[in-house]
């Protein structure tokens, strides 16, 4: 069975640092598009960061781009999300979801969450001021 595990949320401070991972089993990346959204109380799951393993390509909504960074270590089927310079705005629950044969270069905008195939549960960040 396809399984997302996402972990390292938690509270930090205006400024601050955080790394989120997201841990894979039942299948390897190649063919996959792994992304991070992000859910705040009262709005709608939005898009943060993906990265494609179809076409080698990432994105990184235009409210986190310089602050965040997502990469991975597939050895350990993880794909993480460096979140640096922490804002008060970026307090929500994170997800990370994947998407089978995504084509991120072809995606015009953020990613959308109607879009992936298999989700794992929340972390949730909160980012006090």
């Known amino acids: 069975d396809v399984q997302l595990q996402a972990s390292g949320g938690g509270l930090v401070q205006a400024g601050g640092s955080l790394r989120l991972s997201c841990a894979a089993s039942?299948?390897?990346?190649?063919?996959?598009?792994i992304g991070w959204f992000r859910q705040a109380p009262g709005k709608e799951r939005e898009g943060v960061s993906c990265i494609s393993f179809v076409d080698g390509s990432t994105f990184h909504a235009d409210s986190v781009k310089g602050r965040f960074t997502i990469s991975s270590d597939n050895a350990k089927n993880t794909v993480y999300l460096y979140m640096n310079s922490l804002k008060p705005e970026d307090t929500a629950v994170y997800y990370c979801?994947?998407?089978?044969?995504?084509?991120?270069?072809?995606?015009?905008?953020?990613?959308?969450?109607?879009?992936?195939?298999?989700w794992g549960q929340g972390t949730l960040v909160t980012v006090s001021s």
């Open positions: 039942g299948f390897t990346f190649d063919g996959y598009a």
């Open positions: 979801a994947a998407a089978e044969g995504y084509f991120l270069s072809t995606v015009v905008g953020a990613p959308g969450p109607r879009e992936m195939d298999y």
